[in-house]
C-alpha cells in the first residue's frame, strides 16, 4: 500500500470516529429533551411512594371546581432538600396528570419576588432553618418548603415539607378537606367509668384536624344523625338499659360503633400497673355485639420493650403485657398496610357468631395471665411469668360489617319511636384494648390504626390506603432455638474451616505447578 493511500485511509477512519461521536452526542441530546417533556418514570420502590395512588385519583376525580397547588421552595438548598425539591415538582405533575384540567400548580423561589415573600408572612409560614458547611464553615441557611392549595375562595397550608415520607397522604388529605364538606363529626361517650375526651390530651391533638368530636350522653338522649361513629372507651361499670338502647339503634341507623373493652386499664401515673374493672362492666358486650372479652390479660413473649427504672438505673426490657402484633389481616382495609403494632393491656376476645374478622391477634407464644389481682411488674423473668401456662395464639381485635339484628325486641318504657331491628351496612370494631387511646401509647402504628379504624366507622375510606405509605417499622423476626444453633455453628467452626481448606488449596496450587500448567 502507498504511502498516500495510508494517509488518506486515516483519514477516513479519523472523520468516521468524529462522525460516531457527534452522533452520538445528538441522539443523547435527543433522548435527555423527549424524556424531560414527555415525564416518563418508573417506580420501582415496594410501597410506590412515586406514583399517586387510587385513592388520590378518585379524590381529583371528584373535583367540581379548578385546584391550584402553588409550591414555595428556595432555591439552592443543601441535601437532602435539594432532593426533595425535585420530588415534589416530579409529584406535583403528577396529581396535574391525574385532575386532567383541574388540576394546576407552580413552583416559585420566594426570594425572586418581594410580593410573595409578603403572601408568605401573611399565610404565617415560617422559614426552615439548615445547617450547612461552606468553605470549612458552619452556616445556617434559612429557606421555605410550603405548599399552598387554593380551591374557590378556600385555602390549606402545608407550612413546612420535611421529607418524601407521608407527601402524597399529606397533600391528598388537605386537598380532601379543602374540597369536602367538613370534617366528620364521631361521638364519645362517656358515662359509666368511660373515658373522656379532655383525659385522651394526645388522641384529640392528633385526631383534630380530621374529625369533629363530641361527647354524648345516651343516658338523656339519642345520638344525632350527623354523628358518623361512636367511640366507647374503657367502660368500668355496666351500662343501663337506655343506653344500650340508644347506642343499638345508632348501630340499627348504619352508624359505627367501635368499642374498647377488656378487663383492666393502664394506671401508668402509679408505675406498671392497671386498674380492674367491675367483672360485670363487659356483660353487654356479648349480649348486645355478640363478643365475649375473655377473662384475663393476655402476656406475649413477641412483645414490645420498654424502659424500666429501678432507683438510678435504667434498662429495656421487653414487656409481654404490651405484645407485638405481627399476625395482622392483610385482607382488611384496616390493617392492610401495617406491619405491626402494639396492643397495650390487651383481653382476648372471642365472637359469639361467625360473622367476626379476625384483624389482629397475638403470636403463637402468648398466654393469659387470671386476674384479678393482675401482677404486671416488668422485671420478673420471661420463663418464670410463663411457667405452666399454655401457649397460643389469642384474638385481639375483631370486626364486624354487613348485615346485623338489633340486640332489643321492644322499645325501654319511656321512649318513643320506631323500633329499628335490622340494618344492611353495619360496622363494629371491638378491641380488647382499653389504653389503646391513652396518651402513653398514641403514636407510631398505634395512631395510623385509629385513624383507619375511624375512617372505616365512618364509611370514609378513600385515605386508609395513603396513611401506611412508607411505614417501615420492621421488627426482626425472633429465631427458633434450631435456628440459633445452626448459625452459632457457622459462625463458630463453619467460617474457620472454610479459612482452613482456602488456604490448603492455596498451598497445594503454589507447590504444583506442573500439574497446574497441564
Same mark, same amino acid.
Given at each position: ?27 443523547? &441530546?435527543?433522548?435527555?429533551? +423527549? ?46 432538600? #435539594?432532593?426533595?425539591? !425535585?420530588?415534589? @415538582? ?63 375562595? !378556600?385555602? @390549606? ?35 359509666? &367509668?368511660?373515658?373522656? +375526651?379532655? @383525659? ?63 378487663n383492666a386499664r393502664p394506671a401508668l401515673s402509679k408505675g406498671f400497673d392497671v386498674q380492674a374493672v367491675e367483672p360485670s362492666s363487659n356483660d353487654w358486650v356479648r349480649e348486645d355485639l355478640k363478643v365475649s372479652v375473655e377473662p384475663g390479660l393476655v402476656m406475649d413473649k413477641r412483645a414490645q420493650r420498654v424502659v424500666v427504672r ?38 382476648? +376476645? ?66 318513643? #319511636? ?8 353495619? !360496622?363494629?370494631?371491638?378491641? &380488647? ?10 403514636? &407510631? ?74
Amino acid at each position: 500500500m502507498s504511502k498516500h493511500a495510508l494517509i488518506d485511509q486515516r483519514k477516513v477512519m479519523r472523520r468516521s470516529a468524529w462522525m460516531r461521536v457527534v452522533l452520538v452526542l445528538l441522539l443523547g &441530546g435527543l433522548l435527555f429533551t +423527549l424524556a424531560n417533556l414527555s415525564h416518563i418514570r418508573s417506580d420501582w420502590t415496594e410501597d410506590q411512594i412515586y406514583s399517586l395512588s387510587d385513592s388520590t385519583k378518585q379524590v381529583l376525580d371528584a373535583l367540581d371546581e379548578p385546584l391550584m397547588i402553588r409550591a414555595y421552595i428556595t432555591s439552592d438548598m443543601p441535601q437532602p432538600y #435539594g432532593r426533595l425539591q !425535585r420530588f415534589i @415538582e416530579d409529584m406535583l405533575q403528577s396529581y396535574d396528570e391525574a385532575g386532567h384540567g383541574k388540576v394546576g400548580f407552580d413552583v416559585m423561589d420566594p426570594a425572586s419576588d418581594a410580593n410573595v415573600l409578603a403572601s408568605l408572612k401573611a399565610l404565617n409560614i415560617p422559614k426552615v432553618q439548615v445547617q450547612l458547611v461552606e468553605n470549612d464553615r458552619a452556616q445556617v441557611k434559612q429557606g421555605y418548603l410550603a405548599i399552598v392549595l387554593e380551591y374557590l375562595d !378556600r385555602k @390549606e397550608v402545608i407550612s413546612v415539607l420535611q421529607s418524601e415520607e407521608g407527601f402524597e397522604y399529606l397533600l391528598t388529605k388537605k386537598i380532601k378537606k379543602l374540597t369536602g364538606k367538613g370534617r366528620v363529626k364521631i361521638g364519645l361517650t362517656s358515662s359509666f &367509668g368511660a373515658h373522656r +375526651l379532655d @383525659e385522651l390530651r394526645r388522641f384529640s391533638a392528633w385526631m383534630k384536624d380530621d374529625y369533629e368530636f363530641v361527647s354524648l350522653d345516651l343516658t338523656k338522649a339519642a345520638i344525632s344523625d350527623d354523628v358518623r361513629a361512636v367511640i366507647v372507651d374503657g367502660m368500668t361499670s355496666s351500662p343501663s338499659e337506655l343506653w344500650r338502647f340508644h347506642l343499638d339503634q345508632f348501630r340499627m341507623h348504619g352508624g359505627g360503633v367501635w368499642v374498647l373493652a377488656g378487663n383492666a386499664r393502664p394506671a401508668l401515673s402509679k408505675g406498671f400497673d392497671v386498674q380492674a374493672v367491675e367483672p360485670s362492666s363487659n356483660d353487654w358486650v356479648r349480649e348486645d355485639l355478640k363478643v365475649s372479652v375473655e377473662p384475663g390479660l393476655v402476656m406475649d413473649k413477641r412483645a414490645q420493650r420498654v424502659v424500666v427504672r429501678n432507683g438510678v438505673f435504667q434498662s429495656q426490657v421487653d414487656y409481654p403485657f404490651v405484645p407485638n402484633v405481627l399476625d395482622l389481616n392483610k385482607s382488611h382495609v384496616i390493617s392492610r398496610g401495617l406491619e405491626s403494632v402494639s396492643i397495650p393491656f390487651v383481653s382476648p +376476645l372471642l365472637a359469639v357468631n361467625d360473622k367476626a374478622q379476625v384483624l389482629l391477634q397475638s403470636s403463637s407464644s402468648a398466654a393469659v395471665q387470671d386476674g384479678p389481682p393482675f401482677d404486671v411488674y416488668p422485671l420478673m423473668a420471661l420463663d418464670k411469668r410463663f411457667k405452666g401456662l399454655q401457649l397460643k395464639s389469642q384474638v385481639l381485635v375483631l370486626a364486624f360489617e354487613g348485615d346485623m339484628t338489633s340486640a332489643f325486641k321492644k322499645i325501654p318504657q319511656g321512649e318513643k #319511636g320506631d323500633l329499628l331491628t335490622h340494618v344492611k351496612d353495619g !360496622r363494629l370494631l371491638v378491641f &380488647g384494648s382499653p389504653g389503646l387511646l391513652d396518651d402513653e401509647f398514641m403514636d &407510631g402504628s398505634a395512631l395510623i390504626l385509629t385513624l383507619n379504624s375511624l375512617d372505616w366507622l365512618s364509611h370514609d375510606e378513600a385515605l386508609i390506603g395513603l396513611r401506611s405509605r412508607g411505614v417501615t417499622e420492621r421488627p426482626l423476626a425472633a429465631l427458633s432455638q434450631s435456628g440459633k444453633l445452626v448459625f452459632k455453628t457457622l459462625w463458630l467452626f463453619g467460617l474457620p474451616l472454610f479459612m482452613l481448606l482456602f488456604g490448603l488449596w492455596r498451598w497445594w496450587r503454589l507447590n504444583h505447578p506442573l500439574e497446574r500448567s497441564k
